[in-house]
């Protein structure tokens, strides 16, 4: 319907980027970007009025998300109203707007569109040599410039080239390369940075991404010590494993994989070096206690870990639980990764098992059976916690003979 409330509003109505893309390309992508020719937010509402789903509306920029009830979205952008009134001069004068809105883009494999008004639906509109590019397999910029004005896309090209297997155009590597020499990325924004490189690591396989950054020297820009070194291959495809491990347990808790290929990623850097990098790239408070302050506790903990490895003792379940259970899944991942074969059995075992150990007994229990609430009852939970843990209480039966 998104084409007949076009036609209404007297507006057209495109689909763009990644999936149109991704169309072409067959491969699956369930992100639908809308282009509207006209007013992006008017369209928005009526569609959200006829379809009943949620409307977020970004005035400032003239776009919209629609939400769907199954929370299947789509986002709509307004092709920009200064550009509706160039000169009739134009050949392509009724697609100027949508024409200027792409060319705005990144690459020219995602400045494809396909129209969805009635008259002309499934038209793809192809301005830039989008199809062309997207036969040769090549990551192209549309201009000389492209770098420059937005040197996000730089980590943007990597991203796209590693994602589909493609590579970049030769003249479109060399301008990369120049506006890194220049030193252009050093204006971008911390935060940016910060987003670009979350959305190469929350690739499926990170790894070539991270080589190709480090072979066009983007690394440095991240943090200046950080490097690829001989042992980052082996602690990348370790991470890889150890979080398709995580995910084959469908525990239903919440996990960013991309963090803990991150906390591979800078596994090298020292304390002060992660605290900068952290402040330079302006990474969010929620993330900065994982990154900066759990990677300290984890360090100790992973030094406890091996000393046991070294003595050949094997920790007790309880005192595992009490090790770990102050760090959240991406860091014992983390862990995992970097540890041998008994401290990746020992971390495993936590997490698919230690860590969803409860007693029965609450504090009304204790309190039924007249005890004193207060610091005792912390003291006597944690006792028969670590009982069922170490598996010498099995019930409610074996607890409550244990308290009196
Ligand atoms: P993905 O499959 O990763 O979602 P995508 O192509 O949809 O790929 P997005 O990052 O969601 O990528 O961006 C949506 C569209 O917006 C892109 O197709 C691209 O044309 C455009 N775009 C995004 N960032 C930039 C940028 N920095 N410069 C120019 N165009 C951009």
């Known amino acids: 319907s998104f084409g007949r409330v076009g ?29 509207v020719e006209g007013d992006g937010i008017a369209f928005a509402r009526e569609i959200a009025a006829r379809e009943g789903c949620r409307l977020r509306t970004h005035q400032k920029f003239g776009t919209a998300v629609l939400i769907f009830a199954d929370g299947f979205k789509v986002d709509v952008a307004s092709a920009r109203m200064e550009y509706y009134q160039q000169p009739a001069a134009l050949p392509t004068v009724e697609y100027a707007s949508i024409k200027l809105d792409l060319f705005r883009r990144d690459f020219t494999i995602n400045t494809l569109a396909i129209a969805l008004n009635e008259g002309s639906f499934g038209e793809l509109l192809d301005f830039f040599g989008g199809q062309r590019d997207l036969k040769d397999r090549a990551v192209r910029v549309l201009h000389n410039l492209s770098f420059v004005e937005d040197p996000t896309r730089v980590y943007r090209a990597v991203r ?8 970049m155009g030769r003249p479109t590597e ?40 480090a072979d066009l020297d983007l690394l440095k820009y991240i943090h200046p010590n950080l490097k690829v070194d001989a042992r980052m291959p082996g602690l990348v495809a370790e991470t890889r494993r150890v979080v398709h491990w995580y995910q084959l347990l469908y525990l239903h808790q919440p996990c960013e994989p991309w963090l803990v290929f ?28 994982l990154l900066c ?79 004193p609430p207060g610091p005792l009852f912390r003291e006597i939970l944690d006792t028969l916690l670590a009982g069922r843990l170490n598996g010498r209480l099995h019930s409610r039966d074996d607890e409550l003979a244990l308290v009196r």
């Open 262 to 289: 991150l906390l591979s990623l800078t596994a090298r850097l020292d304390d002060d070096s992660m605290l900068g990098m952290c402040r330079r790239l302006k990474v969010a408070p929620r993330f900065l206690d």
């Open 293 to 371: 302050e759990q990677r300290r506790a984890a360090k100790k903990v992973l030094a406890g870990l091996r000393r046991r490895v070294r003595r050949g003792t094997e920790p007790k379940a309880s005192d595992l639980y009490r090790m770990l259970r102050p760090l959240d899944s991406e860091m014992l991942l983390f862990l995992m990764a970097l540890g041998d074969d008994s401290i990746r059995q020992w971390v495993g075992h936590y997490l698919s098992s230690l860590q969803q150990v409860r007693c029965e007994l609450n504090g009304h229990d204790l309190e039924r059976l007249g005890l």
């Open 160 to 167: 796209f080239e590693q994602r589909l297997g493609f590579r």
């Open 7 to 35: 036609e209404e509003l007297g507006a057209q109505v495109y689909l763009v980027g990644g999936m149109v893309r991704d169309l072409l390309l067959r491969q699956d992508n369930f992100d639908v970007d809308l282009v």
């Open 174 to 213: 060399h301008l990369l390369r120049s506006a890194v020499r220049q030193g252009f990325i050093e204006r971008v924004g911390g935060n940016r940075l910060f987003r670009e490189l979350e959305l190469i690591l929350r690739e499926p396989d990170p790894w070539p991404a991270i080589q190709r950054m």
